[in-house]
């Protein structure tokens, strides 16, 4: 077993979220491309607006998906 992250707040994290089964659920359809842009902001407003996350890049890939961002107090997991 792994010892536990050491989670700081300002601390910049890369972030690598898989597809079910690295399927390719995020192929490079414009209606897909628009439905993720739409899930991504909706979820970053509300994380946004409470001062919880703050997201620098995010790329999509067909089976899964990088952003980077700073968790400002720590709270990340």
């Known amino acids: 077993m792994t010892p536990p992250r050491l989670i700081e707040a300002g601390q910049v994290f890369y972030v690598t979220v898989r597809a079910v089964n690295r399927s390719y659920r995020f192929v490079p359809k414009r209606a897909v491309r628009d439905a ?10 509300e ?6 996350i ?20 720590g709270r990340l997991p």
């Not at 993720?36 to 407003?45: N, R, T």
Request: hydrophobic share 45%; glycine share 2%.
């Open 36 to 45: 993720l842009e739409y899930c991504l902001a909706v979820v970053l407003e």
């Open 47 to 52: 994380f946004r607006n409470a001062g919880k």
């Open 54 to 73: 703050e997201l620098y890049e995010f790329e999509f890939m067909s089976n899964h998906f990088h952003l980077v961002l700073t968790d400002p107090h």
